[in-house]
Every structure is written in structure tokens, then in C-alpha cells.
């Protein structure tokens, strides 16, 4: 059992910077795969970024490419999610969440889930 708690979310201007974290409980947690989805408002649970339990391989949506960042932390059983030049279209609830094995961008595919946290970039 994984517990996953979001946090850093806020208001910024559009082009701005914001890093979320998503701290997680419980020692297997380095050998989880991690991703970071949001949703907007009436939409459904979009991808962002994944990286692997070892941090050695990420993945991200072509929406963030190059604007956003993921890095994790096993020694403080922490995922981060740097997002830089933000865009009003960033604005949503931003979800970290944990898989066993790979780094799919299929939510549906994760195994625990944390509550989220609200990003609202304004223009």
C-alpha cells in the first residue's frame, strides 16, 4: 500500500514557475513507477509525466515537453513535478500516482492515487 499526498499547487501568472511535490508513504516506494496527471474542469484525467522507480527514465505528454520536469527523491519518498512557463491551458488539478511495474499514460492503469492539488495559471 502506497499513500500519496500532493502539494505545492497555487495561483501564478502566466509564465510562470511552479514545482509540485507528491511526498508517499511506505517503504516501497522506490519501487514504484510514478506519474503526474491533472484535469481540467468537464475534462477527463490527462497524462503529464512518468518516471521510472529508478529516476533514470521519464516520459512526458507533448503538451509539457520541455516546460516541465519530473524527478524523484527515493531517499525522501518524494516525486517532483517542475513546471516552468505555465499557460493558462496548465490550469487543473494535478494528481501524482503510483504503478508497480511501468510507466503508462493510461490513469486507468495506476495503483494508488493521491488527492490532488490545484494549479490555476492566469493570462
Not at 502566466?14 to 511506505?26: D, I, Q, V
Not at 484535469?39 to 529508478?54: C, H, L, S, T, Y
Not at 527523491?73 to 490550469?91: F, G, H, I, R, W
Request: glycine share 8%.
Amino acid at each position: 500500500q502506497v499513500q500519496l499526498v500532493e502539494s505545492g499547487g497555487g495561483l501564478v501568472q502566466a509564465g510562470g514557475s511552479l514545482r509540485l511535490s507528491c511526498a508517499a508513504s511506505g517503504r516501497t516506494f522506490s519501487t514504484y513507477a510514478m506519474g503526474w496527471f491533472r484535469q481540467a474542469p468537464g475534462k477527463e484525467r490527462d497524462f503529464v509525466a512518468a518516471i521510472n522507480w529508478a529516476g533514470s527514465s521519464t516520459y512526458y505528454a507533448d503538451s509539457v515537453e520541455d516546460r516541465f520536469t519530473i524527478s524523484r527523491d527515493n531517499a525522501k519518498n518524494t516525486v517532483y513535478l517542475q513546471m516552468n512557463s505555465l499557460k493558462p491551458e496548465d490550469t487543473a488539478v494535478y494528481y501524482c500516482a503510483a504503478h508497480s511495474a511501468s510507466m503508462p499514460s493510461n490513469p486507468d492503469e495506476y495503483d494508488f492515487w493521491g488527492q490532488g492539488t490545484q494549479v490555476t495559471v492566469s493570462s
